[in-house]
């Protein structure tokens, strides 16, 4: 009896992506500079990762946003990495108390109950408006999601979904913004650098723009340097803000940084936002960073009563 045939274990590059949250270009840096991924190549010479390389790259990834530099993380076998893992999740280990307002949300998550949970997205977000929807749903939502992933409890499929759903009602939410006001100034050009490919921070910053009336020019995730200088010389923008997750490093951050304060118009300001901490570091006169919502709110304010804009 000949053999069952076997489960292809090679990952694309892109699939890789999507199930790490690592970008290409990440990818290629670490295997060029850490010796790893070791990828294989497919028929047509592309990239291809076996099954647990990908779940060692999870691994790493989880260290990483835990702060732990990539030098050590990268130089721990799959035991060390297992067990610093396991430390994190036991000094973490205080159980999650879920809002009971998010509890039905919750339920609908981890059940797998897609419906649902898209309705009742939906309707938070009609009773909620935006603003409120993104602090009292959104973003205790985004910390039990990251906590889970770390611990182990939830699987990426299921991050992956919850960050689709509630991509799809803010989108909603802001072009319903969109549609009801005139936007005046800042004109603001809204993407990540390329290798970030999280974007759901920045559809936060675009909604909280939006409401207060700024012109979001929104260019997606990874968008190339060039692409972000001409979009804002072609749009006039009088500001360019980048969503960073916690894992880019402080010399890649400040090497994009450094490019684009060098190519943007001069009358054009940049504002870095999220988790990463080595945002505070970064150091210019056109230069905003922001820890949280309120704080764009308070900024945009501040530049509007610039006498020079």
């Known amino acids: 009896m000949p053999s069952p045939?076997?489960?292809?274990?090679?990952?694309?590059?892109?699939?890789?992506?999507?199930e790490t949250g690592l970008g290409k270009d990440t990818l290629r840096v670490w295997e060029r500079r850490y010796g790893f991924p070791t990828p294989e190549r497919d028929e047509h010479g592309n990239r291809a990762y076996p099954n647990d390389q990908v779940q060692r790259l999870r691994n790493i990834k989880?260290?990483?946003?835990?702060?732990?530099?990539?030098?050590?993380?990268?130089?721990?076998?799959d035991a060390e990495l297992n067990a610093h893992i396991?430390?994190?999740?036991?000094?973490?280990?205080?159980?999650?108390r879920i809002p009971a307002h998010l509890s039905l949300h919750w339920s609908y998550l981890i059940e797998h109950r897609n419906t649902e949970l898209r309705?009742?997205?939906?309707?938070?977000?009609?009773?909620?408006?935006?603003?409120?929807f993104l602090e009292r749903?959104?973003?205790?939502?985004?910390?039990?999601?990251?906590?889970?992933?770390?611990a182990g409890d939830i699987q990426?499929?299921?991050?992956?979904?919850?960050?689709?759903?509630?991509?799809?009602?803010?989108?909603q939410g802001i072009s319903a913004i969109q549609d009801q006001q005139t936007p005046s100034r800042p004109v603001v050009v809204l993407t990540t650098l390329p290798g970030e490919s999280h974007g759901l921070g920045l559809l936060m910053a675009e909604a909280t723009l939006s409401l207060q009336g700024a012109q979001c020019i929104a260019l997606g995730t990874q968008t190339p340097l060039q692409d972000i200088v001409e979009a804002a010389k072609a749009h006039q923008a009088d500001l360019v803000a980048l969503s960073f997750s916690a894992y880019p490093g402080a010399k890649q951050i400040a090497q994009g940084v450094e490019a684009l304060l060098s190519s943007l118009p001069a009358s054009t300001g940049l504002w870095l936002g999220g988790s990463n901490p080595k945002l505070n570091h970064m150091r210019s006169e056109r230069l905003r960073t922001f820890n949280d919502l309120n704080s764009i709110q308070e900024a945009l304010e501040a530049w509007r009563l610039t006498p020079l804009n």
């Open 5 to 18: 045939p076997q489960f292809n274990s090679l990952l694309p590059i892109a699939a890789v992506e999507r």
């Open 62 to 77: 989880r260290l990483l946003d835990q702060g732990l530099r990539p030098g050590k993380v990268f130089a721990m076998n």
């Open 86 to 96: 396991g430390a994190a999740i036991t000094s973490q280990a205080a159980p999650q």
């Open 119 to 132: 309705q009742i997205l939906t309707r938070d977000l009609a009773k909620l408006g935006v603003n409120s």
């Open 137 to 150: 749903v959104v973003i205790p939502l985004n910390e039990l999601i990251g906590m889970s992933w770390a």
């Open 156 to 171: 990426v499929f299921e991050e992956h979904l919850y960050t689709e759903m509630v991509t799809r009602v803010l989108r």
